[in-house]
């Protein structure tokens, strides 16, 4: 199956700052989402983003299919950014997503 | 997107025991997904559930511990049978929404078994 690789799996950041998660995956995909996990575990979708690049608000995402990663990025971290940011990918319309293990973020006052 | 309600919320229960966990779309569905997150993990997918057709079972998951029931195109549960501890999990239910703009997943049932 594909296997998905995030880093850095931990940031600590003061508020204000910019971060930039990646995300790898080892063979072509249909569709990639990011998603954040907030404290209380609610999984929260942020970008639908199998190629290209969206904005959304502070958030954006770019993919580069070809080269089988995609990076988002958070500009002026509040501390309620803290959580887990997952990535996930599916190869087919019928499957389920694979996730990666997580980018832990803390974002301190 | 589709609206998706998780049922219960939360539980505690008693090793041996078993937990059905509900999860209601608000718009017909082809397929419907399970994943379990273990404690400071990801998430796993559990196995697919389609209308009309016997649930497909992810490696390391068997029908006998997480039988899933799908009686229609809106409606699917999750039950994890002779629970112990280490089933202690979020188990989350996922579709695939009109016009394929990726998954959205339910709040989650957060299960303690003590």
């Known amino acids: 199956g594909i296997q998905v690789e995030q880093s850095p799996p931990d940031l600590i950041l003061q508020e204000g700052a910019n971060s930039t998660l990646r995300c790898n995956f080892s063979d072509s995909v249909n569709n990639l989402q990011w998603f954040h996990q907030n404290p209380w575990g609610q999984l929260i979708n942020l970008f639908y983003i199998p190629s290209g690049t969206k904005q959304n608000g502070r958030l954006s995402a770019t993919t580069v299919a070809t080269e089988r990663y995609s990076l988002l990025y958070i500009s002026s971290s509040q501390t309620t950014d803290s959580g887990v940011y997952f990535c996930a990918v599916s190869g087919g319309g019928a499957d389920g997503l694979t996730f990666g293990k997580g980018t832990h973020l803390i974002i301190q006052p | 997107s589709a609206v998706i309600s998780q049922k219960p919320s939360r539980d505690i229960c008693q090793r041996g025991t078993s937990l059905t966990i509900q999860c209601q779309v608000d718009s017909q569905v082809t397929m419907m997904f399970w994943y379990r997150q273990q404690p400071g993990q990801s998430l796993t997918l559990i196995a697919t559930?389609?209308?009309?057709?016997?649930?497909?079972?992810e490696s390391g998951f068997v029908i006998d511990k997480f039988p899933i029931s799908r009686p229609n195109l809106t409606f699917s549960t999750l039950t994890v049978s002779n629970m112990s501890p280490e089933d202690s999990s979020i188990y989350l239910c996922?579709?695939?929404?009109?016009?394929?703009?990726?998954?959205?997943f339910g709040s989650g049932t957060r299960l303690t078994v003590v």
């Open positions: 559930a389609n209308q009309g057709s016997e649930a497909t079972y």
């Open positions: 996922s579709v695939v929404g009109q016009g394929f703009y990726g998954y959205t």
